[in-house]
């Protein structure tokens, strides 16, 4: 079904799609970007975040995500593509006996993780989860699997189901039209998915997967 949580503080960031590929070589940043290292996160702003520092914007996605999934403490919840772990110190601040874990491929981000939730926090691919079978009340997934190849995709979706029990909640990027599919062709430094809702709503059926869904553009 689809929700929006992440469209809550999407557009609170401002940007210059034109100038991120006439100002440098946007190839050659990109190649800086998918280090997942310092670059990215705390570099210049042309190769990733520009800095990407906690500062508590993820609060109301948290406390959507509690109410609408019914969280209480005592239960586990996954994020793949955990960054430094901001959402899931939100969510402990919320409900500080709940069970987070996180997954990223990045060891810089995991490095950098809140204190709170860095012993939680896995280095690993969204393709292999190291957890076992219907073990976590929610996994969520936040602007990760869009830097995932097709391929990458199959196995991520299903081991996604797999280790959750029900309930899930994936945000990838999409795009609606011709101006959409530009700017996010410009902005983009990581991803590899560049599909239309149309298609990543094939991509799931067809992987069984029955989780929440947002998409977000960049218009």
């Known amino acids: 079904m689809l929700k929006k949580f992440v469209s809550l503080v999407h557009k609170s960031t401002k940007r210059n799609y034109l100038a991120r590929v006439n100002s440098v070589d946007k190839s050659q940043v990109a190649k800086k970007a998918i280090k997942w290292g310092y670059d990215y996160w705390d570099g210049s702003r ?16 948290a406390k959507k995500l509690i109410k609408n999934y019914k969280l209480k403490n005592n239960m586990k919840v996954l994020d793949v593509g955990c960054g ?34 860095r012993k939680n926090c896995k280095l690993g691919s969204a393709e292999k989860l190291p957890f076992k079978s219907n073990y976590f009340d929610l996994v969520i997934s936040i602007n990760t699997l869009h830097n995932l190849y097709n391929y990458q995709l199959v196995n ?13 909640f994936i945000c990838v990027e999409a795009y609606r039209n011709e101006k959409e599919k530009m700017n996010l062709l410009y902005w983009q430094l990581t991803c590899r998915a560049f599909f239309t809702p149309k298609e990543w709503k094939f991509l799931f ?15």
């Not at 991520?156 to 899930?168: C, D, M, Q, T």
């Open 156 to 168: 991520a979706l299903r081991e996604i189901s797999r280790v959750g029990k029900k309930k899930s």
């Open 205 to 219: 059926k067809e992987n069984n997967f029955n989780g929440d869904f947002e998409f977000i553009y960049f218009s």
């Open 84 to 117: 430094k772990g901001f959402l899931l110190h939100d969510l402990k601040q919320e409900l500080p006996s709940l069970n987070v874990y996180g997954l990223d491929i990045s060891k810089y981000a995991l490095q950098k993780a809140l204190p709170d939730v």
């Open 46 to 61: 042309d190769t990733g975040y520009g800095g990407y520092y906690y500062d508590g914007r993820w609060k109301k996605v």
